[in-house]
Structure formats: structure tokens, C-alpha cells
């Protein structure tokens, strides 16, 4: 693997160094890697994955026929960042941020990119492949408790009453017919933590509009 980043580009990144058409991939790259690393310490194994395809990208010898990661959008999004500062030192006051305090070209930088970071962490968290999950696997929190004082409330009234739009509607329909979590996902061809918020949702109109049948 080649050192790409030599002590003299580091120690231009931290110095007042203007931003050039030479210099400004060396330092997206550079800001990119040292922001996942960081962020790795904090993330467990969610950005590894990145990290590594973002290393591969900027290190190891790519074909031209070979793709780049979703890593290298890291470095992209910082690389287009500071080309829009191009002639104005890392340094520059890039704004005042809502405490009165300065910002720097390079601060913002690297602001960013965490932003960009955060983000493909919060889709991780929240994302689930279909293939992770079996078909009889099912959330163990219930949408109706069931009661024999309720029994007697046509269902289809209940479902009025409650004053879904068409995607809740259309998710209920679908626990209706008896469908499972995971086929529900395939079926409407969304992630399966949509199909998880739509359920608690659910739940939520339901306990609010329709718990005055429990009375």
C-alpha cells in the first residue's frame, strides 16, 4: 500500500494553506478517512464496511473498469465542498455559526462529512434486509388487544373511525389477510422498519381513537 498522505500535505491541512486544484482531492481524501476513523471509535461495526471501501479507494491501485464504494462518496462530498472554495485558505472564515463563534473553511469540512456519516448510520440502524429475516420472524408488540367487549364492533367501522391515509390503510389490509412481517415489505416493496413505524402508528390511532370502546 503507497503513503499516499505525506507529512508535508498533513501539515499543510493544518495550516492556512490555500485550496487548490492540486492539492484539493489530496485533502478530501485525507479529511474523509481521518472523519471515518474517527467515527468508527463511536460506531461499533455499523461503519466499517464504508471505512474500508473508502481505503481500498484512495490507497489501493482501481482498474478503470472497477467501481468506486459508497465510502469514496465521503471523500466526494468533501472534495466538492472545498472546490467550491478553491483560492481561500483552509483557515478562511467559512461562516459565524448560532453562538457567535467562527467557523473555518476546514472546520466546516469536516462538519460535513460527519453530517453525510451520520446519516449512512441513522439508514444502518434503521434498514434491514429481507434475507436477515425469516418469514415467520414477527415483532412481538400487537396492533388490537383483543376483548370480548369489543367483539361486537364491526371492523371495517373501526377502520373509518380511525382515519388512515392510504399507506397505514394499505399496511393494515395486508395484516388483514393474515400476511407476515417480512411478506407485508416484499409486498409493498418497502424496508421492513417502515412496515415496523406504519405498525406502531397503527397502534398509536388506534389506542387514541378507538380505546373509548374499551369503556
Known sequence: MEKKFSSELINCLFNNTTITAE?????GEFIAI????????????YLFELYAGLVHDVYDYKDASE????????????????????????????EIDKHGRS??????????????????????????????????????????????????????????KMELNDKLKETLNCYREGMKFVEIAKYLAVNL?????????????????????GN
Open 67 to 94: 467501481n468506486y464504494s459508497i465510502g469514496y462518496d465521503i471523500a466526494q462530498t468533501a472534495i466538492c465542498f472545498l472546490c467550491e472554495h478553491l483560492g481561500k485558505g483552509l483557515e478562511e472564515e467559512f
Open 103 to 160: 467557523i473555518e473553511i476546514r472546520q466546516a469540512c469536516y462538519k460535513k462529512v460527519y453530517k453525510f456519516i451520520d446519516q449512512y448510520r441513522n439508514h444502518i440502524h434503521n434498514t434491514k434486509s429481507l434475507e436477515e429475516l425469516s418469514v415467520n420472524e414477527e415483532p412481538s408488540v400487537e396492533i388490537f388487544k383483543e376483548e370480548n367487549k369489543k367483539e361486537y364492533v364491526d371492523c371495517d367501522v373501526v377502520i373509518e
Open 193 to 213: 422498519s417502515t412496515v415496523w413505524r406504519r405498525r406502531i402508528q397503527l397502534q398509536k390511532i388506534y389506542n387514541k381513537k378507538i380505546g373509548i370502546y
Open 34 to 45: 481521518t472523519a471515518v476513523k474517527k467515527a468508527l471509535i463511536y460506531s461499533g461495526d
Open 23 to 27: 492539492n484539493v482531492k489530496d485533502f
